[in-house]
């Protein structure tokens, strides 16, 4: 590829290049740059087995034909070439119907992937989950992704898959929250998409803006912090029955800041998430962790790089024990250590949980 990004005229001088720094590496090789494949433009990086480079020019084709979009990993189902997947912001979008043309071209063990010239869009929403079972599309239960993508689809005439910028479980709300989606053709005007979305979207979702973004850019995985509040109500309020927990007893709020600012000596929150969840690790960076009075109600907030399912309502759960008394800050402490749920307090409700604000450098962007 050349300084200014054109498209790479000569594919057969690039592929006999990489066949020789692949036979080099002796694994895989690979193809890196910007092609065009009977004028359907393919940018990215392709890795394949060497020995069969010579069947590239005719895989690139058959996926163009295809329409096969953006994809990454092993055609049998493997990890593949996630690490490629994340630096490329792809998400993974793969047509039955081009299965068993990748398993034809590449072999039964070879990762590779193939990003194809899109462009990538943010949109900054918020939205009420009381009646949703979360973020994430689930099996016969609404939910928010669900419900953004069946009308994107039918503004945009075509089917659009939306990628957030995390989950929230069932019943917690968000007051800022960013999802990012692809399209082959540019939006005309995103203000004017944006202004017909919240015409036909349900009353407790709202869009806020959409924005063009560079192909590489990730709701998810460019995110830098998170911040969650969780609301109490300190006595009866008709008005906060639906997002707030409604705790009236004493509690000792100096007692229960003390125990919070304990949380920034500590990286493993294994007693504050729910078990056996698919993560790798437990960690995460505290950032943040105070308790604030605004407009009669008692809110934790609390940022974070990253945060554990159900972690922020556990952590408010077990202060709320200091605060009722019953645990000291050494026992807070000890629960931590402990990376065991058991020792933790009960998860309080969900309503009370909002997603407030998720961090960027929108610069990057």
């Keep these: 590829m050349d300084k200014d990004g054109a498209v790479d005229a000569d594919l057969g001088s690039v592929l006999a290049r990489e066949r020789?720094?692949?036979?080099?590496?002796?694994?895989?090789?690979?193809?890196?740059?910007?092609?065009?494949?009977?004028?359907?433009?393919?940018?990215?990086m392709v890795t394949f087995n060497p020995s069969r480079i010579?069947?590239?020019p005719m895989m690139l084709e058959k996926t163009a034909h295809d329409?096969?979009?953006?994809?990454?990993?092993?055609?049998?189902?493997?990890?593949?070439?996630h690490a490629v997947w994340r630096s490329y912001g792809a998400d993974g979008i793969l047509r039955k119907k081009t299965r068993s043309h990748l398993r034809e071209f590449v072999g039964k063990d070879k990762g590779f992937c193939i990003f194809a010239d899109m462009k990538r869009y943010f949109i900054h929403l918020a939205y009420n989950g009381?009646?949703?079972?979360?973020w994430q599309v689930?099996?016969?239960?609404?939910?928010?992704?669900?419900?953004?993508?069946?009308?994107?689809?039918?503004?945009?005439?075509?089917?659009?898959?939306?990628?957030?910028?995390?989950?929230?479980?069932?019943?917690?709300?968000?007051?800022?929250?960013?999802?990012?989606?692809?399209?082959?053709?540019p939006i005309e005007d995103t203000n004017e998409l944006a202004y017909r979305l919240n015409v036909f979207l349900p009353q407790d979702i709202v869009i806020y803006r959409i924005w063009e973004v560079k192909p590489e850019?990730?709701?998810?995985?460019?995110?830098?912090?998170?911040?969650?509040?969780?609301q109490i109500a300190r006595s009866k309020d008709p008005f906060h029955q639906d997002d707030a927990y409604a705790y009236y007893g004493p509690l000792d709020l100096d007692k229960m800041q003390q125990a919070a600012d304990l949380l920034k000596d500590y990286t493993d929150f294994t007693s504050f998430s729910?078990?056996?969840?698919?993560?790798?690790?437990?960690?995460?960076?505290?950032m943040e962790a105070r308790w604030l009075e605004q407009d009669g109600l008692l809110v934790f907030r609390i940022k974070a790089d990253r945060f554990l399912r159900n972690m922020v309502r556990a952590i408010v759960g077990?202060?709320?024990?200091?605060?009722?008394?019953?645990?000291?800050?050494?026992?807070?402490?000890?629960?931590?250590?402990?990376?065991?749920?058991c020792s933790a307090g009960e998860s309080v409700p969900a309503q009370g949980l909002f997603l407030q604000e998720v961090g960027y450098d929108f610069n990057a962007l």
């Design 54 to 56: 010579e069947r590239l």
């Design 130 to 134: 009381a009646h949703y079972c979360g």
């Design 20 to 44: 020789v720094r692949g036979l080099e590496k002796g694994h895989h090789g690979f193809v890196e740059g910007r092609f065009s494949v009977d004028k359907l433009p393919i940018v990215g």
């Design 67 to 81: 329409g096969m979009g953006l994809w990454s990993g092993n055609p049998h189902g493997g990890d593949g070439t």
């Design 138 to 185: 689930q099996p016969h239960s609404p939910s928010v992704q669900a419900e953004l993508e069946r009308c994107l689809g039918l503004k945009l005439g075509q089917k659009v898959e939306v990628t957030g910028c995390g989950r929230t479980d069932t019943g917690v709300h968000a007051r800022s929250y960013y999802a990012h989606f692809d399209l082959e053709s």
């Design 274 to 286: 729910k078990l056996h969840t698919q993560v790798k690790t437990n960690n995460c960076k505290i």
């Design 318 to 341: 077990t202060l709320l024990e200091v605060g009722k008394g019953r645990m000291t800050l050494d026992d807070f402490r000890s629960v931590i250590e402990q990376k065991d749920r």
């Design 217 to 230: 850019s990730h709701a998810r995985f460019d995110a830098l912090s998170r911040t969650y509040h969780y």
